[in-house]
């Protein structure tokens, strides 16, 4: 099992999350990627399994399918401390590659089948300089969803989907005050499988313009698995003590919303989406244990709820897609991601803030059944001062966060058959 504080930091942060607000990743597929996330109304290949299932159904017959390795670069977050240089720092650079798959079936009468493996969450932060490393030694999440959809074509102008969402999570959460005088260090890990659900509605009222609305039910990721805690006597009068056992943590993969606009001028498709994630439901992060823990300090810094009070956020985004030539699709997209972190329970397992995504891409058939394309994201979070150190909570940032920021380069391989 992964970590339970695996949890901790998604709800915390934003994983590998790249792209958007939190620790959501919506990029999960060439185009997706190209145009910033400004992709259901318009969604047409294997990947509407998993962005729009509903546009499935008017899709061309035939099976499809995507696979897309994606390479996410996060450079180091840089952290200057109000008062003390000495607390500066800056995060460990990170990088990983995210494979990704979709499917969509032939016509089976009104119905249409689809699969999607995907990465729709995640984060990774490091921090070496001791003030930072007291609470975000290491914060990594790893999370998998499998989603099977189905759509059925009511009408030739309107279409519904749904599926169900599998989704499996694994992460490890350390934390290590020694650098500043304290031994206190906290070292868990946990995973989880857990279920939900999307829903999806298309409706084309002329041939040119699509409309859709896509739901994904919040997923509860009920994260358990083992934790080693240690507290030397800080106090002198036996406040320390360790434990190592079971442990547990409930956090929110949130639901989310989407309405998208997509209209077609021949040549060139131009999408509008709206999306509003539903980050209010985490509340805090709290932590339950199997064992006793007896220690004041432990349980002040490891046991006591933590409060997030985040907040719903919304993004707005716009794709543009071009037919270049016969073979040559172009791509672009912008968008504009809030953040649901408030300043004051930001912390250094997740320095999220407003984000401006710009990306770009490309697919160039290979023949009647077979693409290729490649495609560029670029997210820069906007710089960040907080004041959130005080008597009883010693190890928060008061300072300045900047330079957080991710890159992503995705390349793909497209079949019909």
Known sequence: MTN????AVALGLSAITLSASGYRIPEQSLNSVA???AYAAGANGADASYYNPANMAFMEDGASLESALTYINLPSVKYSDK???LYDGQSKKEQFIVPTFHYVSPKQGNFRYGLSLVAPAGLSKRWDNAYAKATAKEFTLKVFELNPTISYLVSDKFAIGLGLRAVYSDGIVKSDATGLGSPLSRDMEGDSIDFGYNLALSYKPIPELTLATTYRSKVDLTIEGNAKLYS???????????YDG???VTIPLPASLTLAANYDFGKTNVEFVYERTYWSSYKDLDFDYTGTITSPILIGYFDNPKSKDWKDANAYRIGITHQYSENLKLMAGYSYDETPAPDSTLGFELPDSDAQLYSCGFEYKLSDTMSVGMAYLFDKKKERTVDN?????????SGTLKDSEAHLLTAAFKYKF
């Not at 030397?232 to 360790?242: C, E, H, I, K, Q």
């Not at 150190?389 to 940032?397: D, G, V």
């Open 35 to 37: 145009l910033s996330g």
């Open 83 to 85: 008062q003390n240089s």
């Open 389 to 397: 150190r005080t008597i009883t909570n010693q190890t928060a940032p």
């Open 246 to 248: 079971g442990a547990s």
């Open 4 to 7: 339970v504080t695996k949890v």
């Open 232 to 242: 030397a006597d800080l106090l002198g009068v036996g406040t320390g003590g360790s």
